[in-house]
């Protein structure tokens, strides 16, 4: 039995009971759904939900507002679940919170195998083998029990795919990783095709602990190669 919380954000009532289905069948008994953007917020405001899985298209809203509003609520991990396959539509997802993007048609176990592998991941990094609850780097602090970010002794909101990345990144310091080698670690997928969805996570982590984005100095790229961080030097200014 898996004791998450999930929430289904979707106007087509087969989708969604395909899914309830499929999520059952995996252990997940706590399923909830929504089947436009008003219910989902109403449901949101009352209850904490682990994930959340949301149609881009709905009713009565845009689903990229609805994932902006839902993130002033909540850092879960967001799963859009779409017929907008353009890669627009998929970096938009991606830059306003989402944490991942499947097209329709799609095959719900693979539905299912990746919110597994949300919930799988974060839980590895949480629970990872540290002397300490809370790690430090300069101004940014990171409390992996809680799954918070601390910058400046001020929480700063990251949803689950950019902590388990910063985690990931911090956890190897000094170590350069491809895109792909980032991708397949965090997501746990083929990482064929997915660069753009780690930049796109890089590039908030930047926002969010550099002092200057477009010059950073904790994440840096490696030209060519790709990524990695570069813990502050104990004194410096970062």
């Known amino acids: 039995m898996r004791l998450q919380k999930i929430l289904i954000i979707d106007d087509e009532p087969g989708i969604v009971k395909m899914l309830e289905t499929i999520l059952r069948k995996e252990g997940y008994t706590s399923i909830s759904s929504a089947f436009t953007g008003q219910e989902a917020m109403e449901k949101i405001s009352r209850n904490l939900y682990d994930l959340i899985v949301l149609d881009v ?138 660069e753009k969805t780690v930049s796109i996570h890089i590039m908030r982590l930047r926002k969010k602990i550099e002092r200057d984005a477009k010059n950073p100095s904790l994440i840096v790229n490696i030209r060519g190669i790709g990524y990695k961080f570069i813990p502050p030097k104990q004194g410096e200014v970062v």
């Open 57 to 194: 298209m709905l009713p009565d809203t845009d689903g990229f507002r609805l994932c902006q509003e839902i993130r002033r609520h909540t850092a879960v991990p967001i799963l859009f679940l779409t017929a907008r396959s353009g890669d627009l539509d998929k970096l938009t997802g991606l830059g306003i919170g989402g944490d991942d993007y499947i097209t329709k048609p799609f095959n719900p176990l693979e539905v299912a195998a990746r919110i597994n592998v949300q919930f799988r991941r974060l839980e590895q990094y949480q629970n990872a083998g540290q002397t300490t609850e809370i790690n430090r780097f300069g101004p940014v602090a990171i409390d992996r029990k809680a799954a918070q970010l601390l910058v400046d002794g001020q929480e700063v909101p990251c949803p689950a795919k950019e902590f388990e990345l910063l985690l990931f990144l911090t956890d190897h310091p000094n170590q350069v990783f491809t895109s792909g080698q980032l991708y397949e670690h965090i997501w746990g997928y083929d990482s064929i095709g997915d």
